[in-house]
C-alpha cells in the first residue's frame, strides 16, 4: 500500500482508495451504506471480545508457512499459535489478525467482482473507507505473530524487572513507578547517575538482540503488505501523505520557544549543581525524567520567587483578569479535598467531563480496573550474605494505559478499564484525566460499526483527555500564573521534540535493520542535534546498550508520532471549545471549560465519528480547519516566552547549543 495524499476531499479519498485497490471503478450512489462485512456475514464479525475469548485457549502449535495464510482457512482452524501459555491480549491480537486476514482477501474478491458492484450494494465512500482500514497495515501468519508476540513478552518481562542501586543500600526498584519516582524526586548528581546508568545498561543490553530480532520480525510483515518497512506502515496509519514535512514544519514552529526553555534551565541546573555542561548539552539523568521527556518535576530548581519579581521590575507583565483567589497551592490541593485519595483523583476526572455533557463511567469500570500498586509478599535472597527476608513487591503493568476490551457484561455495559499505579500528585492527576479521556472517546464512539471504532487517527485519541487539563492550569494571582505557565512548558515543551525524536529514530531503525551497531550512535546524535540533551558524562559506552529501549513505548512497540501531532492537537482542540464557552474574551488563560455543555458538544461530536471519515474533515468540523496548526500552542505558551526572554537578557544567557 502507498501512503495517503493529504488531499482533503472526499473525491480525492475516493479517488485514492480506487488507486490503492484497483480493478474496477466505483459508484456514484450514496445508498447501502451498511457495514460490508455485517452484510456478507454478520456470524464473522468480532462483536465482542468476550466472545474471541470463550476460544479455545493457546494449545496448537501452528505449522511454518512461507506465504500469507488463506483466511478461509485460518477461519475455521483453533488459535493457531504455540504451544506456550498466552494471554487474553495475546489471544485477542491473534484471533483479531486472523478475522483481519480473512476479511481482507474476501472483501477484495467482492470489489473485484464486477457484477457485485451493479447490484444493490454499490460500493460509495463508507465502503471503500471500511476496505480500507480493514486492509492497511501488515500482514502477518498466524505463525510469525505468534512469534512477534513472544519476542514482545519478554521485551516487557525485562521492562518490569527491578534493578538494584548500590548507592542505596542495594535497594532494588522496577522502572514503573518506582525509578521514575526516583528521578523526579532525587537531587544528588551521583545517584541520579548510577540510577540511569544501571537501568539503561542493565535492560538496554538484554534488549539488543530481541529488540534487532523484532525489527525483522516487523519489517517482514510490512513487506508482505506492500510496505517499503515497518515505517512506512505506520507513518500511512496517520493518513498524512508528507508526514516527514509536515513534523518537520510543526517542530520549526516551536524549536525557538523550546530552546529559550532549554536555556533557561541549563542556566538553573549549572547553578543548583556546580557543573559546567559541555557545549550546552544537558546530561539526560539531570531532567528529572528517565527518558528527558518532561521537566516539570524540576519546578523547585527552575521556579524561585525573586526571579519573578525581578523580571517584574524590569519588563511589562501580561495583564489578566483576577478574581482574588490565592493559587499558591498545587493542583492537588486546588481541586481536591484534604486526605484526598487516588479515587478521588479518578472521580474528579469523571466528574470534569460529566460536568460538559459526558456520560458517567459504568459500573464495570469501578470493578476491573485497577488504579494503585498491588503488593504481594515474595521471599527474597541476599546474594551477599545469603540469608532470606521479605519484601513487598508490585505485581502489576503500572504504565498507565486505558483499554476498550469490545466486550459486553452481564448487564449489557460496555466493558473499559483503566490500569494505573497513581499515587495523590499533581502529575497523576493530569494522566488521569489523560487515561478518562480516552474511555470517553470509547464511549463516544461506541456506537459506530466495529471498523470505525477508534480515533479519526491515533493522534486524535492522545489529545482528548489532554485538552481538558488546560483548564485546571489555570492561575489567577499573577505569579502563580507565571509559575504554572512555566510549570506548563517544562512538562509539554520537551515532549514535542522526544516526540518526534522517538519515531525518526524507529523510522531510521526499520529502513536500516543491519546497522544494529550504530542504532545507539544515531540515538544520541539525534537527541543532541532536537533536543540539546546528551549523555550522562563524555565517556558513557553507547556500543553494547540500546538507550531508547528504555522507554516503554519501544518495547512495547507503540508508534510515538501520534504524540508530537497530539501536542499540537490538543491545544486546537481546547481552543475550539473555549470559542463555544459563553463570554470568553479570546485570551487562552482564562478560559473555563468546566461545566460548559456547548464545549463539552464541540469535543463528543468529534469523537463519535470515530475514525469513519477522513481526519481532515473531522478536523475542520471541530476546529474550521483542516491542517495540524501550532498556532494556538505558541498563542497559549505566548506569555511564557516574553517571560523567558526578559530572563535570559536579565541573566545575559546563551541561547543554544
Known amino acids: 500500500m502507498s501512503e495517503l495524499p493529504n488531499n482533503n476531499q472526499n473525491e480525492g479519498h475516493q479517488q485514492h482508495y480506487h488507486s490503492i485497490f484497483p480493478g474496477r471503478r466505483a459508484s456514484n450512489s450514496s445508498s447501502g451504506t451498511a457495514p460490508l462485512a455485517e452484510r456478507l456475514r454478520p456470524n464473522i464479525r468480532p462483536e465482542s471480545m468476550r466472545e474471541i475469548l470463550d476460544a479455545p485457549r493457546c494449545r496448537q502449535p501452528f505449522p511454518r508457512a512461507s506465504r500469507l495464510d488463506d483466511g478461509r482457512d485460518l477461519l475455521s482452524s483453533s488459535l493457531p499459535v504455540q504451544s506456550f501459555n498466552c494471554n487474553e491480549n495475546e489471544q485477542y491480537t491473534i484471533t483479531k489478525n486472523i478475522w483481519n486476514n480473512h476479511w481482507c482477501s474476501e472483501l477484495l474478491k467482492v470489489y473485484h467482482d464486477q457484477q457485485f458492484g451493479h447490484s444493490s450494494y454499490p460500493w460509495d465512500m463508507s465502503h471503500l473507507r471500511q476496505l480500507y482500514l480493514i486492509c492497511r497495515g501488515p500482514r502477518f501468519t498466524s505463525y510469525q505473530l505468534s512469534n512477534i508476540l513472544t519476542v514482545l513478552s519478554s521485551l516487557q518481562e525485562l521492562y518490569n524487572s527491578q534493578i538494584c542501586i548500590r548507592s542505596l543500600h542495594g535497594k532494588c526498584m522496577r522502572m514503573e513507578p518506582d525509578l521514575n519516582r526516583f528521578m523526579e524526586n532525587t537531587r544528588d548528581e551521583s545517584k541520579l547517575r548510577e540510577a540511569w546508568i544501571s537501568w539503561h545498561q542493565t535492560v538496554g543490553t538484554k534488549v539488543k538482540p530481541l529488540y534487532s530480532s523484532l525489527v525483522r520480525m516487523l519489517n517482514t510483515g510490512a513487506k508482505q503488505a506492500g510496505y517499503k518497512d515497518m515505517g512506512q506502515c505506520w507513518r500511512e496509519e496517520t493518513e498524512i501523505g508528507e508526514l516527514r514535512q509536515l513534523v518537520t514544519r510543526l517542530y520549526a514552529d516551536v524549536k525557538y520557544l523550546y530552546t529559550l526553555l532549554h536555556s533557561f534551565v541549563r542556566h538553573k541546573l549549572e547553578k543548583f549543581?556546580?557543573?559546567?555542561?559541555?557545549?550546552?548539552?544537558?546530561?539526560?539523568?539531570?531532567?528529572?525524567?528517565?527518558?528527558?521527556?518532561?521537566?516539570?518535576?524540576?519546578?523547585?530548581?527552575?521556579?524561585?520567587?525573586?526571579?519573578?519579581?525581578?523580571?517584574?521590575?524590569?519588563?511589562?507583565?501580561?495583564?489578566?483578569?483576577?478574581?482574588?483567589?490565592?493559587?499558591?497551592?498545587?493542583?492537588?490541593?486546588?481541586?481536591?479535598?484534604?486526605?484526598?485519595?487516588?479515587?478521588?483523583?479518578?472521580?474528579?476526572?469523571?466528574?470534569?467531563?460529566?460536568?460538559?455533557?459526558?456520560?458517567?463511567?459504568?459500573?464495570?469500570?469501578?470493578?476491573?480496573?485497577?488504579?494503585?500498586?498491588?503488593?504481594?509478599?515474595?521471599?527474597?535472597?541476599?546474594?551477599?550474605?545469603?540469608?532470606?527476608?521479605?519484601?513487598?513487591?508490585?505485581?502489576?503493568?503500572?504504565?498507565?494505559?486505558?483499554?476498550?476490551?469490545?466486550?459486553?457484561?452481564?448487564?449489557?455495559?460496555?466493558?473499559?478499564?483503566?490500569?494505573?499505579?497513581?499515587?495523590?500528585?499533581?502529575?497523576?492527576?493530569?494522566?488521569?484525566?489523560?487515561?478518562?479521556?480516552?474511555?470517553?472517546?470509547?464511549?463516544?464512539?461506541?456506537?459506530?460499526?466495529?471498523?470505525?471504532?477508534?480515533?479519526?487517527?491515533?493522534?486524535?485519541?492522545?489529545?482528548?483527555?489532554?485538552?481538558?487539563?488546560?483548564?485546571?492550569?489555570?492561575?489567577?494571582?499573577?505569579?502563580?500564573?507565571?509559575?504554572?505557565?512555566?510549570?506548563?512548558?517544562?512538562?509539554?515543551?520537551?515532549?514535542?521534540?522526544?516526540?518526534?525524536?522517538?519515531?525518526?529514530?524507529?523510522?531510521?531503525?526499520?529502513?536500516?535493520?543491519?546497522?544494529?551497531?550504530?542504532?545507539?550512535?544515531?540515538?544520541?546524535?539525534?537527541?543532541?542535534?532536537?533536543?540539546?540533551?546528551?549523555?550522562?558524562?563524555?565517556?558513557?559506552?553507547?556500543?553494547?546498550?540500546?538507550?531508547?529501549?528504555?522507554?516503554?513505548?519501544?518495547?512495547?512497540?507503540?508508534?510515538?508520532?501520534?504524540?508530537?501531532?497530539?501536542?499540537?492537537?490538543?491545544?486546537?482542540?481546547?481552543?475550539?471549545?473555549?470559542?463555544?464557552?459563553?463570554?470568553?474574551?479570546?485570551?487562552?488563560?482564562?478560559?473555563?471549560?468546566?461545566?460548559?455543555?456547548?464545549?463539552?458538544?464541540?469535543?463528543?461530536?468529534?469523537?463519535?465519528?470515530?475514525?469513519?471519515?477522513?481526519?481532515t474533515e473531522i478536523l475542520e468540523e471541530t476546529t474550521g480547519t483542516q491542517k495540524i496548526d501550532s498556532s494556538p500552542l505558541l498563542k497559549y505558551f505566548e506569555p511564557l516566552r516574553l517571560w523567558l526572554e526578559q530572563e535570559i537578557r536579565r541573566l545575559n544567557l546563551t541561547v543554544g547549543w
Open 273 to 615: 549543581y556546580g557543573i559546567r555542561f559541555h557545549q550546552g548539552l544537558i546530561p539526560s539523568h539531570l531532567l528529572g525524567n528517565m527518558w528527558a521527556q518532561k521537566w516539570d518535576s524540576l519546578i523547585d530548581i527552575v521556579w524561585t520567587e525573586p526571579d519573578y519579581y525581578q523580571n517584574d521590575r524590569n519588563g511589562k507583565q501580561p495583564k489578566r483578569k483576577a478574581s482574588g483567589s490565592s493559587a499558591s497551592s498545587t493542583l492537588v490541593n486546588k481541586i481536591l479535598p484534604p486526605n484526598a485519595t487516588v479515587i478521588d483523583m479518578v472521580k474528579e476526572a469523571e466528574n470534569f467531563f460529566v460536568s460538559m455533557g459526558f456520560p458517567t463511567l459504568p459500573k464495570s469500570f469501578w470493578k476491573n480496573s485497577y488504579f494503585q500498586e498491588e503488593e504481594k509478599e515474595q521471599h527474597v535472597v541476599n546474594r551477599e550474605n545469603g540469608n532470606e527476608n521479605k519484601r513487598k513487591a508490585n505485581s502489576r503493568n503500572c504504565h498507565g494505559s486505558a483499554a476498550d476490551m469490545f466486550g459486553r457484561l452481564e448487564n449489557n455495559e460496555r466493558d473499559y478499564r483503566m490500569m494505573m499505579c497513581a499515587q495523590v500528585n499533581d502529575e497523576d492527576l493530569i494522566t488521569i484525566h489523560h487515561e478518562v479521556g480516552h474511555i470517553m472517546y470509547f464511549m463516544a464512539y461506541a456506537d459506530q460499526p466495529t471498523i470505525f471504532q477508534e480515533g479519526a487517527n491515533s493522534a486524535f485519541h492522545e489529545s482528548v483527555g489532554d485538552s481538558i487539563t488546560y483548564d485546571l492550569r489555570q492561575h489567577e494571582d499573577e505569579s502563580q500564573w507565571i509559575k504554572s505557565l512555566l510549570k506548563t512548558g517544562l512538562a509539554k515543551l520537551p515532549q514535542i521534540g522526544f516526540g518526534l525524536l522517538m519515531d525518526l529514530w524507529r523510522w531510521e531503525v526499520f529502513e536500516n535493520p543491519n546497522r544494529v551497531l550504530q542504532w545507539n550512535d544515531v540515538w544520541w546524535e539525534m537527541n543532541e542535534q532536537f533536543l540539546g540533551i546528551t549523555k550522562p558524562f563524555p565517556g558513557y559506552n553507547t556500543k553494547d546498550g540500546l538507550d531508547a529501549a528504555g522507554k516503554f513505548h519501544i518495547i512495547d512497540n507503540i508508534p510515538y508520532v501520534r504524540y508530537f501531532l497530539a501536542s499540537f492537537l490538543q491545544l486546537q482542540f481546547y481552543e475550539a471549545m473555549c470559542k463555544a464557552t459563553e463570554d470568553w474574551d479570546g485570551n487562552l488563560h482564562t478560559c473555563r471549560l468546566k461545566g460548559s455543555k456547548p464545549a463539552g458538544a464541540v469535543l463528543w461530536n468529534m469523537m463519535e465519528k470515530g475514525t469513519s471519515r477522513h481526519w
